[in-house]
């Protein structure tokens, strides 16, 4: 029987999380879209004062996920929340349990950190992942849409 272990990320980890990124963004299509290195992802995460935060899921000692995740305010519950970027796990190693757990594991910090809410976003057209959210008691937040601004339109409405 296999051993499914969390562990927090750390430095070295840098060029395992690149390569756990470049294969979500694969898997969304969007691999064009990521700009991220190593060295981006040393200074962003594990620097001394950080605000990201890394999960690598290991199987018999092997990385076969991650999950990166920040805090976020809520002021109807004047409560931190627990915001879930990332969540991955290799294709050949989905159905052992790494996701549920990496979720647990972070379902339990935003426990500890007195956090009201742990959320994510899941992309609509990704069926399996919505299902398992579900069946595991997450609610869709449908009547929200997201909205965001970043690259030339950001730089431009910031300098307007």
Known sequence: MSSLTIREAVADD???ILHFITELAIYEKAEHEVLATEQTIKA??????????GLICERDGQAIGFAVYFFNYSTWLAKPGLYLEDLYVSPEHRGAGGGKLLLKEMAQIALDKGCGRFEWSCLDWNKPSR?????????????????????QTLVDFAQS
């Not at 962003?44 to 935060?53: Q, Y």
């Not at 299902?131 to 690259?151: L, N």
């Open 14 to 16: 840098a060029a395992l």
């Open 44 to 53: 962003s995460i594990f620097n001394d004062n950080p605000h990201v935060f």
């Open 131 to 151: 299902d398992f959210y579900e069946s595991i008691g997450a609610v869709s937040q449908d009547e929200w849409v997201g909205y965001r601004m970043s690259g």
